[in-house]
């Protein structure tokens, strides 16, 4: 019933549907942009060939020889990092913050329900929500990469694995928007403080861990970093890479969609192929027991949120 | 209505003046001379009363409201001053309300609904109140209300609005002794909006 | 001009009050230190290597191929920028959505506006308060960025580059300000403000983030780590010869670029840093002569984002009042 109720709720939540149809967009949109880089370079490849062919000089391979037919979805990872994690917080928030804005929290817990129950219905709808959503984006990635690049059914188990990893991925920080809109004084700071450890995630993690500029691991084709060179670098990164979550989520992705995402970046210390199989879904977990622990804290008394 | 006559809204149609001055013409005018207390008297929670006071003081053009907000203060029986709003009860809240409306000492005084949400006693306090403002410092007040035993407490001239319209105005002496029949106040609002219904 | 000084004065201490706020600014501090630390340990790795291919080459009898890397301090603010770009945003988007969303939540709009207040000085005090603000965080992040270089990059900047740095901070300002003015008049005008902060960040990620990044994954150069003409070995003319043919793709390319706001900031500040190393040896009037496109871009959309919000507040639309429920 909970669940339900929140479905209904932030399907009438105009901010929801805004954020919604823009990611769906740019869900199109990335297909189209790696289709268009892709056959555009394929085209300043062959200029260029002409040109070196012209003054009698070597031509060297194709640098991108062999790119998978997924390479088209490498904007997809960054716009699921960027959009689809403000998304994924902003549908944990508008739940977790609705009754406590609208002063119901009195009636709903005068009824015959545990903060448990309430809890589950909330994370029901967020799962419902955040996978509703990654469906209509794997269904409009599958069909514009199969019109624009030809796909096997193979190449769609892999789409179909992206957007379901990024499930994982995104319900942490939906998980993270929903333990602190049950527990904070105000909307303002149950909003803002997700948004700040999502700043930390995809950004402050990834600098130290490979000596990146914040902006310049957003590239899809990240630039050559080496890390050995430096102790103070390289122990900084065999610390922090584990726990890099938005890093992780780009590793996996570079093995289900084939692309060649990563750098070849230099460590001291290998990690192993299936680090991030792992974290990720830790990740996960550990946000789901946030909001597990925040609801056994809930005040179900409480009015209107006094902002 | 209440909205326009404090130059927070500006009328479709029609003019208005409040202390001589037009409210869409010379909004400054009219808000040199007014003070106003809203429905739902909020101030800043996070500080406190006398901050708030002294902020309000300033905007106002006072410019060392100190001594100023010390009179009001005792005026109204508050020893609060420095408590934050967010502490305090909605009673003490209305009263910290009224002080901000009147520490500029305006001409007119803005009441919305003040005895929304107050106890028995509340109300009492605030009717002394607004009859001391009047009385000893002929200060003008205008009050928004639906309570009417309050408008028979109070008031010495009251209008009645129905459905936007103003339908009736006159002395409360007038009207009581213009509906002779009529046992209270609340039967005789009853009769003039049956009669402004029907078009009388 | 004296209620806008109580207006501002108010704002200032409000946000010195803001726990929030204090978060925001000791995880400016934190960052910035941070890049500095990472930029100096790159810098210092590329010192490393170069010494050591050059002891190599020394043994082997040859000359090396290219100069040793030379430390101009202020490239190693390169992701100090960056941070401005992402940190400073959110802090003007945050300061613009709270300096309304106080005057909502405590209703107390109504009061200011019954008072021998203008709108425009109401708005004048917001901005004066805030930009207070904003200007002391740059101060600081100016202050520990010159620290930052002296301790950990053992570099301390001369005159000119004193200047340059003020210069880019005068810059970052107007550019956290734009950022304050559009959340500014979104809470203004929105009538759930929690929506306003929402749409704001949504903005903030497509001018910072998406449109640079879609700008940068069509650019051909950027498709091969290292650069695609470099791994072909072609010179700068060489590949201009070759993109004259996809001049329509370019002017799409670049024209998304344009509509980044972000991208002009960074244009500009990377220049006048010298982090663009061709800079490095330019004057500076000359550099600011040849980023005029980027500059005008960045003070213009700063001057007309405050005169946006000038207008807003001053409107007092017939039966219309501003939304005052949050």
């Not at chain 1, 790696?34 to 056959?39: I, L, N, P, Q």
């Not at chain 2, 869409?24 to 009219?30: E, L, P």
Request: glycine share 8%; aromatic share 8%.
């Amino acid at each position: 019933m909970v669940a339900r109720q929140e479905i209904r709720a932030i399907l009438k939540e105009k901010t929801f549907l805004l954020l919604l149809v823009i990611f769906i967009g740019m869900t199109l949109a990335s297909t189209y942009i790696g289709w268009s880089s892709a056959h555009t370079i394929q085209s300043v490849y062959d200029s260029t060939v002409s040109l070196l062919v012209e003054q009698g000089k070597a031509v060297p391979p194709p640098p991108f020889e062999g790119a998978s037919h997924l390479s088209l979805l490498k904007n997809m990872v960054i716009y699921v990092v960027l959009i689809g994690a403000l998304l994924a917080i902003t549908i944990g928030h508008l739940m977790g913050i609705r009754d406590r804005k609208a002063g119901v929290t009195r009636l709903i817990f005068s009824r015959n329900i545990t903060k448990r129950q309430f809890l589950l219905g909330k994370v029901m709808a967020i799962l419902c929500v955040l996978g509703s959503m990654l469906a209509a984006a794997l269904m409009v990635s599958t069909v514009s990469s199969a019109l624009l690049s030809g796909i096997t059914f193979t190449d769609v188990m892999r789409i179909a694995g992206f957007y379901g990893f990024a499930l994982v991925y995104l319900a942490g920080f939906a998980f993270l928007g929903l333990s602190f809109a049950l527990t904070r004084k105000t909307s303002t700071l149950a909003l803002l403080v997700p948004l700040i450890i999502w700043l930390a995630i995809t950004f402050v993690l990834p600098e130290l861990t490979s000596a990146l500029s914040p902006t310049a691991s957003l590239n899809p084709t990240l630039p050559q970093t080496d890390v050995l060179q430096s102790p103070v670098l390289s122990a900084i990164h065999t610390a922090v890479y584990p726990i890099s979550i938005s890093e992780q989520f780009k590793v996996v992705t570079e093995n289900i969609l084939l692309v060649p995402f990563n750098p070849a970046i230099t460590r001291s210390f290998d990690y192993p192929f299936w680090l991030g199989y792992v974290i990720v879904p830790l990740w996960t977990i550990a946000c789901l027991a946030g909001s597990y622990i925040t609801i056994g804290k809930f005040n179900q008394s409480q009015g209107e949120l006094n902002e | 209505m209440v909205n326009i006559l404090t130059t927070l809204l500006e009328p479709t149609s029609g003019k208005a003046t409040v202390a001589g001055c037009d409210v869409v013409k010379d909004s400054i005018g009219v808000r040199q001379q007014i003070g106003y207390l809203p429905e739902s008297v909020q101030l800043y929670g996070g500080l406190t009363v006398n901050e708030n006071l002294e902020y309000f003081a300033r905007l106002s053009g006072i410019h060392k409201p100190q001594r100023r907000i010390a009179e009001v203060l005792d005026f109204l029986h508050v020893s609060y001053g420095d408590k934050k709003v967010s502490a305090l009860s909605k009673g003490m809240r209305q009263r910290i309300g009224i002080a901000q409306a009147i520490v500029h000492q305006p001409r007119i005084l803005f009441l919305d609904e003040p005895t929304s949400g107050l106890d028995p006693f509340g109300v009492k306090e605030l009717r002394d109140i607004i009859l001391k403002l009047n009385r000893e410092f002929g200060m003008t007040i205008f009050m928004n209300t639906h309570l009417l035993s309050e408008v028979m407490q109070t008031c010495s001239r009251i209008g009645v609005l129905s459905h936007g319209q103003l339908i009736y105005t006159d002395t409360l002496a007038n009207t009581l002794k213009r509906f002779p029949g009529e046992e209270s106040l609340e039967q005789i609002y009853l009769k003039i909006e049956g009669n402004g219904n029907n078009g009388q | 001009m004296n209620n806008a000084l109580t207006i501002a004065r108010k704002e200032f201490r409000d946000i010195l009050r803001s726990r929030l706020l204090l978060i925001m600014l000791l995880f400016l501090a934190a960052v910035t230190v941070t890049s500095i630390l990472v930029s100096s340990q790159v810098f210092q790795s590329q010192v490393s290597q170069y010494n050591e291919s050059l002891q190599i080459l020394k043994e082997l009898g040859k000359t090396p191929a290219g100069p040793a890397p030379e430390l101009f301090p202020l490239n190693l603010l390169r992701g100090v920028i960056d941070y401005i770009e992402i940190i400073g945003a959110v802090l003007g988007i945050l300061l613009g959505y709270l300096t309304i969303s106080r005057e909502k939540n405590s209703k107390t709009l109504n009061l200011i506006l019954t008072r021998p207040v203008s709108r425009l000085e109401i708005v004048t005090g917001k901005v004066l308060g805030n930009g207070a603000f904003v200007a002391l965080t740059l101060l600081g992040v100016g202050i520990f960025s010159y620290l930052g270089l002296l301790v950990i990059g053992g570099a301390a900047l001369n005159p000119v580059e004193l200047l340059k740095l003020g210069l880019v901070l005068l810059l970052s300002f107007a550019y956290i300000m734009i950022f304050f003015s559009l959340t500014f008049l979104l809470s203004l005008s929105m009538k759930t403000i929690s929506h306003a902060l929402i749409i704001a960040f949504v903005i903030w990620l497509a001018i910072a983030l998406i449109l640079p990044q879609i700008s940068d994954t069509m650019d051909p150069d950027n498709q091969v780590p290292g650069g695609f003409f470099a791994s072909m070995h072609l010179t700068k003319p060489e590949e201009k010869q070759v993109m004259t043919n996809f001049g329509n793709y370019e002017t799409i390319r670049n024209t998304i670029e344009q509509l980044s706001l972000t991208k002009h900031y960074e244009r500009a500040s990377f220049a006048i840093l010298g982090i663009k190393t061709e800079f490095n040896a330019m004057p500076l009037a000359d550099i600011l002569s040849s980023h005029w496109v980027n500059l005008l871009a960045v003070f213009g959309l700063f001057a007309a984002s405050l005169y946006a919000c000038g207008a807003l507040m001053s409107r007092r639309r017939k039966g219309y009042v501003l939304y005052l429920d949050t």
